[in-house]
């Protein structure tokens, strides 16, 4: 998963409380030598509530190709930080799975 131009571990969220929001752009490349599809996105939400969500993405993507999701962060009324993750899995046409996941962090302030 890449951030803009660089590699991302962590996506960090910032909004005031309250239910403002803030979104960030993920961007899924694959590198492999086929097409991949049957992509799917699993956020793991802060024990505190939902308050991460996500646009839907591509079903294909091709060699040497990428797609990009959305991730907005909801801020609760609650001043503090908010951690989940999201992980996102896509198989290829010989049917091998492959996963990467990203740390979460919202601070409500």
């Known amino acids: 998963m ?3 131009r660089g590699s991302s571990s962590q996506y960090n969220f910032s909004a005031k409380p309250g239910g403002n929001t803030n979104t960030q752009t993920v961007t899924v490349k694959n590198s492999g030598p086929s097409a991949l599809g049957t992509f799917s996105v699993v956020l793991t939400q802060p024990k505190e509530g939902s308050m991460y969500t996500v ?3 591509g ?4 060699s040497n190709k990428s797609c990009q999701f959305k991730i907005t962060f909801k801020s609760p009324s609650t001043v503090g930080t908010y951690t989940g993750a999201v992980t996102v899995g ?12 990203a740390k979460l962090s919202g601070q409500s302030k």
């Open 2 to 4: 890449r951030q803009g």
């Open 55 to 57: 646009s839907s993405t």
């Open 59 to 62: 079903a294909v993507v091709s």
């Open 90 to 101: 896509a198989q290829d046409l010989d049917g091998r799975v492959a996963t990467k996941s």
